[in-house]
């Protein structure tokens, strides 16, 4: 199965997008509603499932259902440049982070990823669920229990949350790593938990119960800000949702007067 | 040569993702790796479960250089892994596909509590619905006589307000004289009433509490037809249907709303709860006609005056439908099979010594 073999560029430092480049004829696969620009020439086709699926009917009703099971759409958005020469595409990523390009051959065909991370990738990539069979990581990992599997050999687009760290794992080597961090890992990585060894520490160190753990060989990403996170604290803090605008750090603003009264109503 | 097998080579001096290879065993029980760079030789790799899932099997060994390990992920190469390898490592392949195994199964099982827990209302729901019967009556077997009778003043504190109800008189008399008998051995304590109300209705309250209506004495040709319809309602009481009936609705508002997850008692809890009285109240009756015409025979009344009574309301049923057979659709069924019943019977019958004509001049006029 030939894989399109697309040209990239990342624009941005903490909002990102990535611009792809489609030869005549290649296509590119974006998760729906990704996709930020387009040129002329790049025709939109909207295709039931990932658009990897050649089993007919039913094979593509399976893709499509797998896919609602990691709480995308039913339909993928396929890109394909029908025009003479090179044309671009861009998709931006849905909140402040990082997108990670991986190419799929260089990792052995196969990644793991949490749901939701997709963003697009070259045709051909075929986007799976994985489910998390240990219970305990599962229930604990911050990760639930279904992620997203791309198998294929070509591009692929993932984005994190935050700032994007990719860390190479010995065989053996272990990274304890904060429930909900874990954005990608090869699938050689065991990807388990821990718990935090203390009962003081499970209850006042505001890390939880568990640690995830990823133990290599192998390559994994985490990110430094998963979206829940973020939202929590801007849930915290928006006037909207019963939160205080306190902590702005200016003296006369709502940052001390406000925080002395108590209230900014 | 025995057969290579595919899989992932990680160590210190090869790019972080890994990079492929294959390797075999050799006769000396190492494993033997080639990639693109070379080959490798681990006399005694550590071997187990790993990677995501516990899925692939890693074979991992030490050196002065750093730490190596060969990963295998594919079925195809795990099987020729496992049936090259040497004696002196099945052991410990047997636990790493014991661990993975392990790991599946336990998905496996974490899959069906889940789906079993989320079933579980509904399982409850079909069982209440194919052995609500039982259920129903299981329950109210527990219910003692004494809770039914307060019950039944309740109902009938309730009925006082709707109609004026006749304690005593030649009528209230009468009804006791026919109705007496067929109560014998009951554990109630029969109250008989007479309503002043003109349609053709009698019913049963839990806890024998009997109310006639005006009407019906009135239209009755003869003391035989009244016996006949007490007895059907006699038959109500003691079978305490209109507990079993309750209890049913009762039960199945509660578990609709646990299988609903809608505690406030909806449309929908009301509609299933009427369903399950329509279909009990049909059974019912049946079983109050059988058991109301057992009454009548052990107490030697003429059993033919409750099907002539019962034609006579299926007749009456045309202009306005009484509601003593609302709820009966199948009345010319339930008429039908009384009469094949009642033909079946014989027996000198003992006269019921009422005298009906002054009765009827005794009711307080319509």
Known sequence: MGMDVVDYEIFGTEMQYVEIELDPGEAAVGEAGAMMYMQDGVQMDTVFGDGSQQGGFFGKLLGAGKRLITGEGLFTTIFHNEGKGKRRVAFASPYPGKILPVKLDEIGGTLICQKDAFLCAAKGVSLGIAFQKKLGTGLFGGEGFIMQKLDGDGMAFVHAGGTLMEKVLAPGETLRVDTGCVVAFQPTVDFDIQYVGKIKSAIFSGEGLFFATLRGPGKVWLQSLPLSRLANRIIASAPAAGGRSTGEGSLLGAGLLGGLLGSDE | ?366
């Not at chain 2, 050196?63 to 795990?78: C, M, P, Y």
């Not at chain 2, 619905?129 to 003692?144: E, K, N, Q, S, Y």
């Not at chain 2, 025979?297 to 033919?304: G, K, M, N």
């Not at chain 2, 009906?356 to 005794?362: C, F, P, S």
Request: aromatic residues 6%.
């Open chain 2, 1 to 366: 040569m025995m057969d290579a097998f595919a899989g992932r080579l990680f160590g210190p001096d090869l790019p972080g993702a890994g990079v492929e290879a294959t390797a075999r065993w050799d006769d000396g029980g190492r494993l033997r790796i080639i990639h693109g760079g070379g080959e490798m030789t681990a006399a005694e790799p550590q071997i187990a479960a790993a990677g995501f899932n516990a899925a692939g099997l890693s074979l991992s060994w030490e050196d002065e250089a750093g730490s190596h390990a060969f990963f295998v992920e594919t079925e195809g190469a795990r099987a020729a892994c496992l049936a090259a390898a040497p004696a002196q490592h099945a052991a410990r392949l047997a636990a790493a596909t014991g661990q993975r195994r392990r790991v599946e199964r336990s998905f496996r099982l974490g899959w069906a509590v889940l789906l079993l827990l989320l079933l579980l209302p509904l399982l409850a729901l079909g069982a209440f619905f194919l052995a609500r019967d039982d259920l129903a009556g299981w329950v109210v077997r527990h219910i003692p006589y004494e809770q039914e009778a307060r019950l039944g003043d309740l109902t009938l504190a309730q009925t006082r307000l709707q109609m004026q109800l006749a304690e005593s008189g030649p009528a209230v008399e009468a009804v006791r004289a026919i109705g007496e008998p067929l109560t014998a051995g009951s554990p109630h304590r029969y109250r008989w009433f007479v309503a002043d109300r003109p349609d053709l209705n009698a019913f049963a309250a839990p806890g024998g509490v009997v109310v006639v209506h005006a009407g019906l004495l009135r239209s009755a040709d003869n003391a035989e037809e009244i016996a006949g319809v007490l007895a059907h309602e006699i038959a109500h009481a003691e079978l305490r249907h209109s507990l079993k009936t309750m209890v049913k609705g009762m039960g199945l508002r509660a578990l609709v709303a646990v299988a609903l997850g809608d505690f406030s008692g909806t449309a929908l809890a009301e509609a299933a709860k009427n369903l399950t009285e329509l279909g009990f109240s049909r059974e019912a009756e049946r079983e109050a006609d059988r058991d109301g015409l057992r009454r009548l025979v052990t107490a030697r009344i003429d059993p033919a005056g409750m099907v002539h009574f019962f034609e006579k309301l299926a007749k009456h049923q045309g202009a306005a439908p009484p509601a003593l057979l609302s709820t009966h659709p199948a009345i010319e069924e339930r008429i039908a099979e009384l009469r094949r019943e009642v033909a079946d019977l014989s027996g000198n019958w003992l006269p019921l010594a009422i005298d009906l004509t002054a009765v009827k001049a005794a009711l307080p006029t319509p």
